[in-house]
Nanobody
Framework: QVQLVESGGGLVQAGGSLRLSCAAS????????MGWYRQAPGKQRDVVAV???????NYADSVKGRFTISRDNAKNTVYLQMNSLKPEDTAVYYC????????????????WGQGTQVTVSS
C-alpha cells in the first residue's frame, strides 16, 4: 500500500505565505508526476500545480508567479510554496502522486493525500 501524508496547511492573512508538504510512503518503485489540486466549498477540484519526475512544472494561471512546486525524489516528497496568498486561495489542498509499484510492471497508479485546509483571511 501507498500513503500520502500532507502537512503545512493553516490560517494566514492575505499577503502571507504557507508551505505545504506531501510525503509518499509504502511500497514504491518509482513516482512519475506529483502535484496539487484544491477544492473550495461548493466548487470542483481544480489542478494547482504539477511536477514531473524530471522537474518540469506547470501551474494554473491563477497561481503563476505566486506558487512554486518542487520535489525531493530521495524523500518521495512534493512541496508547494505559496506566497502572496489571497482569500480566493482558500480551499482544501490535495496532493497526488503517480506511483509505480514494485509489482506493477511499470504501470503507474494514482494516489491522493487526505487534504489539508488552507484559509486566507482578508
Amino acid at each position: 500500500q501507498v500513503q500520502l501524508v500532507e502537512s503545512g496547511g493553516g490560517l494566514v492573512q492575505a499577503g502571507g505565505s504557507l508551505r505545504l508538504s506531501c510525503a509518499a510512503s509504502g511500497s514504491i518503485f518509482s513516482i512519475n508526476a506529483m502535484g496539487w489540486y484544491r477544492q473550495a466549498p461548493g466548487k470542483q477540484r481544480d489542478v494547482v500545480a504539477v511536477i514531473t519526475s524530471g522537474g518540469s512544472t506547470n501551474y494554473a494561471d491563477s497561481v503563476k508567479g505566486r506558487f512554486t512546486i518542487s520535489r525531493d525524489n530521495a524523500k518521495n516528497t512534493v512541496y508547494l510554496q505559496m506566497n502572496s496568498l489571497k482569500p480566493e486561495d482558500t480551499a482544501v489542498y490535495y496532493c497526488y502522486a503517480e506511483v509505480v509499484l514494485p509489482t506493477s510492471w511499470g504501470t503507474a497508479y494514482l494516489y491522493w493525500g487526505q487534504g489539508t485546509q488552507v484559509t486566507v483571511s482578508s
